[in-house]
């Protein structure tokens, strides 16, 4: 076994145990705390470095480090692993090197902050837990990470806790996304009692995954499986109807929006189906409801971002229409596109949420697009940054989100059935999403960047520090070059993910779509350019689209009403429920029940008292009184003077004299 | 010659004194002297007996312990009336009655 | 060789046992204004079983499925009762749960011992019952003939209900006596069902009676023909019909009310709430485990055919256990009810792993891994509601309330409690690394092939847990603080102490159970093994 394969814990125990060493530094030992995270990620990306060497040296067979967690039974064990292919190299690259590159961001962007310590612990706990649910070769260890992936996302939203709102959405994102993973923790159970092992693949190849590959669960068990996996899956990565809490979780510091609710955490719903792929494709239904499931929310999520105000609810629903895009890439058959598109979303994503993280650090914590404006005279790197990540994002020809949205879209196309024609919703939703993206990036560059400052915070702004503006460099250069990789008809990333999936060729329709994408985006920008300038960016102007539509613009500033539907039904319910329950606990079930058998037994006590003191007491008190009154009589021959004791002594004896002689003499 | 009655009469007369005494008095002392009255008129029908009835000791031994005895009792009695009087602050039989039921 | 040596290398748990209670004997010696000597002394004598526990752990074989350090001797001879010791390995990571958890409890109440004994003056008697009960504890877990083990039963009982009564909250008087008179009425029961054992079979002796109760033809077993024939000779057609059925269900009662199961579990919120924190500490974390390690030596063993034949009524219950004592938690407003709510439906994953195990079906390995997840599940609630509630207490006792609207925002004045109320309570939610998701996930996995409806439903409980446990952490130490919360002190070292052995137990548990299951699984095995035979 190589020597990276067996080693591969490091890449995860290593922030881990930075998390643990930090956790117990005090306070004012903020420097101390970013270097020893900042150097435990630094090895970690260069272990990561030597794992994809491997894995591009050695091929795309899984290689696994495998061992016993613990023994039951008859020589039955919990076996849990560790995985190397060329998915867990990829995510490792991926998480290694964004979590360092946001750490590096937040010396800076937490200078002020008192916890900052506690920041940087927590933020060494999310990537330890991230680099473990890449590499885990066991389905529990993959849910165990996940849970900690989950529990390090709550404690970062709930960083600034003091805040209510804060407090509220830490809360709200970890339960949400528990309703996805009891559906993923049943899909688990299911999963390994089904095919008698946790681990994903073995030397042995008796591997869970393989197991599935071949059929041996059945289609409709396969089914159930995926569909329930897919639950887990749609919770973390903000799937349509579980998107509620990934706009709330911009609560958090923003370096937390861009590694955790962009770059990384997110995408793990993404990977858990392109690990689980080949149980997901036993049967086709469950990647189509992955495909539709992934399409909706791509459309759903992009329109309402083209009615917010706050900077970063804008990328967070660019984010949750992204995994839309993500999801449906891989639902449509896509494996490679849909992992691609993870892989360059990842850093364009980061990109956008870092840039808005200086900028909103150079405004003083001021989110609000409407008081921004003119940023790009004051923050020249900024702007660069922020305008090339924007431009990846809305897939501008060229830059990396060009290429991987394109295999989308191609993906999606060869998706269409001649059976029925909602085979074709996949493309056109991913289409109109994907000039939708284009209009609300516009819109947002326009409001922050041009015009004239609107707000107390734009005009004082300048550009941040060499700790910020550093990360954002390297995360732009890769957000222009990672395209490349999937570059058409020479597509590295393909050989490299899956080497065994169908490519779609690089023909005519394929041009075709990628002519017809583009134009559509340049449009997109180009209308957003037009309808975004001049009076409308002057303080005090409505939106434009506000004017024109503004029923629609309401729906959609409100996000079409679902967390309000949520709270009116579900929330409601369940509350009114457990209101019921404890309410049945305290009257019925103690009051009724305990109470009333306890009542029973206490009349039947009163009636037994009642018979005592009639029957048995009435006679015998009876009797007392008698003796008593008799003995008062008696009383006075114990008068306590012990001469008349004597007396009566002396009238006995004389009494007994005269018996004597009077008996005595017969 | 006195016969056995005479002494037998002159015994009863003096327990009759003393029980007379005893039961009637109120100083605690002269009750003591009444109870010594009937033990030495006891004595007298004892000594009386022995001399009257066939040879044994046993009358003599028999008045000997007891006036021996009711020397004892003497003191005692007057050891206990002196604590009395200490407790209650008299010697008043009457005042004494904390057996009263 | 020296007799008192001879008979010390022979039986290592009757020592154990007794400990405590000879600590409690001492206190007694001491001055009750003397508390510094009241306090130390109770520690240690809490401590010292850690002795013969050691040497206990270090002789036991985890390979071999009976009673080990088993020690008997006739004690009423003409009614067969016997003093009979020992443990496997049902039993040994209990014993090993109380010798952490009283120690920690004594140490925890070293301040402020209950409500309205702000002073000193109720120390003594303080810790002479909190010793007693230990004993009664050890006893219960390590007796093994019913006369002898009842005794211990009810033992563990008595200065709980003193500890109740006088150093409870407010309405201490009447949770005393609803939970004494309460759980009284299960034992009661389950004396008349075990009564009629005896005399069906003229013993008392657990072991002896699992052996009769071993089925021969899938429904029948020595035991239970021996029951039917005394039920006949009495003449009442229907007792002759349903003998066995009803001396399990008398048995099962006295357990029911013990763990609780729903709807048996209504003494349960009261008590703990109004319980000194001492008093909760200990009913949590080990008291309630007896009702469930009663199942493990008692029921399932004893009436494996009738535990079969109502296996769906049990589960229903086991569920309703964990699902409405979840929601009922949701709905709490007092910080201690609420964790109360969390314990009963957390000990219904225990009854929902100890009923599926009666399916008819399903391989051994699966049932196996059930009642380790049960036993672990166990451990790891006996950790994290005694944290809990130790927890609470400190809050209580800082704040003066416990209403959860009260509070809020501690974590900036108290930040090291609420790091480590913070693992309690993720421990509690069931997160993976901590001791809650092993138990759990065994529990789950094992049950899952077994009863794959009710633990797909009993799997809510798992997503109410996160709501009511995060309502909590949100509600103690997130959101705005109020300025009269400025002034709260953090966790002292000895504060710290307490709270960092059971967190640091946490982790271990969580990250490396296999000493903990290897401990149990022979044992469980064989349990599972009998449900093989029945039909």
């Given at each position: 076994?190589?020597?990276?394969?067996?080693?591969?814990?490091?890449?995860?125990?290593?922030?881990?145990?930075?998390?643990?060493?930090?956790?117990?530094?005090?306070?004012?030992?903020?420097?101390?705390?970013a270097a020893i995270v900042i150097g435990a990620m630094s090895i970690s990306f260069l272990l990561s470095l030597c794992a994809l060497a491997q894995v591009l040296k050695h091929g795309h067979e899984p290689q696994t480090c495998n061992f016993n967690w613990f023994h039951y039974g008859e020589n039955a064990f919990v076996r849990l692993g560790f995985l190397l292919d060329p998915l867990s190299a990829m995510m490792l690259i991926v998480v290694s090197l964004v979590s360092l590159l946001v750490f590096i961001f937040s010396v800076g962007y937490m200078d002020h902050d008192e916890n900052a310590t506690r920041f940087f612990c927590f933020l060494s706990l999310f990537a330890g837990s991230m680099l473990a649910l890449v590499i885990s070769n066991s389905l529990l260890l993959l849910f165990m990470s996940w849970e900690l992936v989950g529990l390090s996302s709550y404690l970062l939203i709930g960083f600034w806790y003091h805040k209510p709102s804060a407090a509220a959405a830490m809360k709200k994102a970890f339960i949400v996304t528990r309703i996805g993973d009891i559906g993923f923790f049943i899909g688990i159970l299911w999963f390994y009692a089904g095919t008698g092992t946790t681990l994903f693949y073995t030397d042995d190849h008796q591997g869970s995954l393989e197991i599935a590959r071949l059929g041996m669960l059945g289609a409709s068990t396969a089914l159930s499986i995926s569909l329930l996996i897919f639950c887990g899956a749609m919770g973390k990565s903000g799937q349509f109807p579980l998107h509620v809490?990934?706009?709330?979780?911009?609560?958090?510091?923003?370096?937390?929006?861009?590694?955790?609710?962009?770059?990384?955490?997110?995408?793990?719903?993404?990977?858990l189906v392109g690990r689980m792929y080949p149980l997901f494709m036993v049967n086709e239904s469950a990647l189509h409801v992955v495909a539709f499931v992934g399409a909706f929310t791509a459309l759903f999520a992009a329109t309402i971002a083209v009615a917010q105000w706050d900077i970063k609810r804008i990328l967070a629903y660019s984010t949750v229409s992204q995994l839309g895009y993500m999801m449906m890439g891989l639902g449509v058959g896509g494996y490679v596109a849909g992992l691609f598109h993870l892989f360059t979303h990842a850093f364009f994503k980061a990109l956008l949420f870092l840039g808005s993280g200086s900028i909103i650090h150079a405004c003083h914590h001021e989110q609000d697009i409407r008081k921004m404006g003119g940023l790009q005279a004051k923050m020249h790197l900024t702007f660069v940054f922020y305008g090339i990540g924007t431009l990846a994002l809305t897939g501008f020809p060229l830059f990396a989100g060009f290429f991987s949205k394109d295999d989308l879209l191609l993906g999606a196309w060869h998706f269409h059935r001649t059976e029925s024609w909602?085979?074709?919703?996949?493309?056109?939703?991913?289409?109109?999403?994907?000039?939708?993206?284009?209009?609300?990036?516009?819109?947002?560059?326009?409001?922050?960047?041009?015009?004239?400052?609107?707000?107390?915070?734009?005009?004082?702004?300048?550009?941040?520090?060499?700790?910020?503006?550093?990360?954002?460099?390297?995360?732009?250069?890769?957000?222009?070059?990672?395209?490349?990789?999937?570059?058409p008809g020479h597509h590295f990333f393909h050989h490299f993910l899956g080497p065994n999936t169908e490519a779609h060729a690089f023909d005519g329709t394929a041009l075709s779509i990628m002519f017809g994408s583009s134009i559509l985006v340049l449009v997109a920008i180009y209308s957003g350019w037009k309808v975004y300038s001049g009076r409308v960016l002057e303080a005090g102007a409505t939106d434009p689209l506000e004017a024109r539509f503004p029923n629609a613009f309401r729906i959609l500033q409100n996000k079409y009403y679902v967390d309000e539907f949520y709270e009116a039904t579900v929330v409601a319910f369940t509350n009114a429920f457990a209101r019921g329950v404890s309410l049945f606990d305290r009257y019925v079930l103690n009051g009724l029940f305990v109470l009333g058998s306890s009542m029973?037994?206490?009349?039947?006590?009163?009636?037994?008292?009642?018979?005592?003191?009639?029957?048995?007491?009435?006679?015998?008190?009876?009797?007392?009184?008698?003796?008593?009154?008799?003995?008062?009589?008696?009383?006075?021959?114990?008068?306590?003077?012990?001469?008349?004791?004597?007396?009566?002594?002396?009238?006995?004896?004389?009494?007994?004299?005269?018996?004597?002689?009077?008996?005595?003499?017969? | 010659m006195p016969t056995l009655s005479d002494y037998l009469v002159l015994s009863a007369i003096l327990f009759s004194i003393g029980l007379a005494g005893a039961l009637t008095r109120r100083n605690t002392i002269i009750i003591l002297v009444g109870l010594e009255m009937m033990l030495n008129a006891a004595n007298i029908n004892l000594v009386a007996f022995w001399h009257f009835l066939p040879p044994s000791p046993t009358g003599q031994m028999f008045a000997l312990f007891a006036i021996a005895i009711a020397g004892a009792e003497a003191a005692t009695g007057l050891a206990l009336v002196i604590a009395v009087y200490r407790h209650y602050r008299s010697v008043n039989a009457e005042d004494i009655s904390n057996l009263k039921g | 060789m020296n007799p008192i040596l001879e008979y010390l290398r022979n039986d290592i748990i009757t020592p154990m046992t007794f400990l405590p209670c000879i600590g409690a004997l001492l206190l007694l010696f001491l001055h009750r204004s003397d508390v510094r000597s009241i306090r130390l002394l109770a520690f240690f004598a809490s401590l010292s079983p850690l002795l013969p526990l050691m040497r206990m752990i270090q002789k036991y074989d985890s390979s071999i499925s009976s009673i080990q350090f088993s020690f008997k001797a006739a004690w009423i001879p003409s009614f067969h009762v016997d003093?009979?010791?020992?443990?496997?390995?049902?039993?040994?990571?209990?014993?090993?749960?109380?010798?952490?958890?009283?120690?920690?409890?004594?140490?925890?109440?070293?301040?402020?011992?209950?409500?309205?004994?702000?002073?000193?003056?109720?120390?003594?008697?303080?810790?002479?019952?909190?010793?007693?009960?230990q004993t009664g504890l050890y006893g219960a877990f390590t007796a093994l003939n019913f006369f002898h083990w009842f005794i211990f039963w009810e033992m563990s009982l008595v200065p709980m209900f003193f500890l109740i009564k006088l150093f409870g909250n407010e309405d201490r008087t009447h949770a005393a006596y609803q939970f004494f008179i309460y759980t009284f009425v299960g034992s009661v029961a389950m004396v008349i069902g075990m009564q009629f054992i005896y005399l069906a079979t003229d013993s008392w002796d657990f072991i002896d009676l699992a052996k009769m109760a071993l089925p021969t033809d899938g429904v029948h077993s020595v035991l239970s023909s021996k029951i039917e024939n005394l039920?006949?000779?009495?003449?009442?057609?229907?007792?002759?019909?349903?003998?066995?059925?009803?001396?399990?269900?008398?048995?099962?009662?006295?357990?029911?009310?013990?763990?609780?199961?729903?709807?048996?579990?209504?003494?349960?919120?009261?008590?703990?709430?109004?319980?000194?924190?001492?008093?909760?500490?200990?009913?949590?974390?080990?008291?309630?485990?007896?009702?469930?390690y009663g199942f493990l030596r008692v029921i399932l063993p004893l009436f494996s055919p009738s535990i079969a034949a109502h296996a769906t009524t049990l589960l229903f219950l086991a569920v309703a256990t964990i699902v409405f004592g979840a929601l009922a938690a949701m709905a709490q407003r007092d910080l201690k009810t609420l964790v109360a709510y969390s314990s009963v439906s957390h000990l219904g994953y225990c009854m929902l792993g100890v009923f599926a195990v009666a399916s008819v079906t399903g391989n051994v390995n699966d049932k196996a891994l059930a009642l380790n997840g049960v036993i672990l599940q166990m451990f790891a609630h006996g950790l994290s509601a005694a944290g809990l509630f130790y927890f609470v207490g400190l809050i209580e006792q800082r704040a003066q309330t416990r209403a959860l609207a009260d509070l809020g925002g501690l974590r900036k004045t108290v930040p090291v409690m609420c790091g480590l109320m913070g693992v309690t309570l993720f421990t509690s939610l069931g997160l993976p690394g901590l001791a809650g998701f092993v138990g759990e996930f065994m529990i789950f996995r094992g049950a899952f092939p077994l009863q794959i409806g009710f633990t797909c439903v009993a799997a809510i409980g798992i997503l109410l847990a996160a709501l009511y446990l995060l309502r909590m952490m949100k509600g103690i130490f997130f959101g705005p603080q109020d300025d009269k919360w400025n002034a709260m002190p953090d966790l002292s070292m000895r504060e710290r102490l307490v709270s960092g052995v059971l967190v640091a137990l946490m982790f271990v548990v969580g990250i490396a159970p296999g000493y903990l299951i290897s401990l149990s699984n022979s044992a469980v095995l064989e349990l599972a093994k009998i449900y093989r035979l029945v039909a």
């Open positions: 076994m190589p020597w990276i394969v067996q080693y591969l814990w490091l890449i995860a125990l290593l922030p881990f145990a930075a998390a643990l060493i930090t956790a117990f530094l005090k306070r004012p030992l903020r420097t101390p705390a809490w990934l706009p709330d979780a911009m609560e958090g510091p923003t370096p937390v929006s861009a590694l955790i609710h962009a770059a990384t955490m997110v995408a793990a719903g993404v990977f909602a085979f074709y919703i996949p493309f056109v939703f991913g289409l109109i999403g994907a000039a939708f993206t284009a209009f609300y990036m516009t819109r947002q560059v326009k409001y922050v960047f041009f015009g004239k400052a609107r707000g107390e915070g734009a005009e004082h702004a300048h550009e941040s520090g060499p700790s910020m503006t550093f990360p954002l460099l390297v995360l732009a250069a890769l957000s222009v070059l990672t395209g490349f990789l999937g570059f029973v037994v206490y009349v039947l006590s009163l009636v037994s008292q009642l018979m005592d003191d009639m029957a048995i007491n009435g006679g015998f008190d009876k009797g007392c009184s008698t003796m008593r009154k008799a003995a008062g009589w008696n009383r006075w021959i114990q008068n306590g003077l012990s001469q008349h004791y004597l007396k009566l002594t002396s009238l006995g004896i004389i009494l007994l004299f005269i018996l004597a002689l009077y008996f005595g003499n017969r | - | 003093y009979f010791v020992g443990v496997d390995g049902l039993s040994i990571a209990m014993v090993l749960l109380v010798s952490i958890i009283t120690p920690l409890t004594i140490l925890g109440s070293f301040r402020s011992i209950g409500a309205p004994e702000p002073s000193k003056a109720g120390c003594k008697t303080f810790y002479t019952l909190i010793l007693l009960e039920a006949g000779s009495i003449g009442v057609p229907f007792l002759m019909n349903h003998a066995v059925t009803l001396v399990f269900l008398l048995v099962f009662a006295g357990f029911a009310v013990k763990v609780p199961l729903w709807p048996f579990h209504t003494w349960l919120p009261v008590t703990y709430t109004q319980a000194p924190t001492a008093g909760s500490m200990l009913l949590t974390g080990l008291m309630s485990k007896m009702g469930v």
